[in-house]
């Protein structure tokens, strides 16, 4: 799957911030979530199968989905890098 807007987070938490913040979205396209935590990434690649508007996740699994032909990035219009500070720092 492609998507039009790819958002980088760098952790999985703010992640889910950002796609608890999209409800407008979420409601009329898949906005999956492409991050290790808890996913496997056979289930990422099969939901990257259909169409997808908004895809966000961190740098080194999306890096993974390229790599194994899963996420495509050619017609993808929009790259977001989400700045935010990590809790953990």
């Not at 289930?43 to 890096?63: D, F, W, Y």
Request: glycine letters at 6%; one cysteine or more.
């Amino acid at each position: 799957g492609t998507p039009g807007v790819l958002i980088l987070t760098g952790a999985a938490l703010r992640a889910l911030e950002l796609i608890r913040e999209l409800p407008q979205y979420n409601a009329t396209c898949k906005i999956p979530k492409l991050f290790s935590k808890h996913m496997k990434i056979e289930e990422q690649i099969e939901m990257l199968k259909s169409p997808v508007c908004i895809a966000v996740g961190t740098p080194n699994r999306v890096h993974k989905l390229v790599d194994m032909k899963g996420l495509s990035l050619k017609g993808t219009k929009y790259v977001m890098l989400d700045m935010a500070l990590d809790v953990k720092q």
